[in-house]
């Protein structure tokens, strides 16, 4: 697997934890499909690209916190 499969694949997993938490509290289910169809599929991702990039470049000693920030943005 290349490092930007790698790096893709870490995103879509934060993103999809965290979706499942947030499914998991009382929101109505029109609420939750709205969300799954805005974030997934997702598209080239610049943005948590670049947060994990620059991450990695500072020796990323927390990756939950990483992936959490990313996610974020």
């Known amino acids: 697997m290349t490092k ?3 790096i893709q694949e870490r995103i879509n997993i934060a993103l999809s934890q ?3 938490s947030a499914k998991d509290s009382p929101a109505p289910p029109k609420v939750a499909a709205a969300i799954d169809y805005a974030v ?3 598209g080239a991702r610049v943005r948590p ?3 994990l990039a620059v991450a990695e470049a ?3 000693d927390f990756p939950k916190i ?3 920030a990313a996610v974020a943005i």
């Open 4 to 6: 930007a499969n790698n």
């Open 18 to 20: 965290t979706l499942r």
């Open 66 to 68: 990483t992936d959490s």
């Open 40 to 42: 997934f599929p997702g």
């Open 58 to 60: 500072c020796g990323e």
């Open 49 to 51: 690209r670049l947060c």
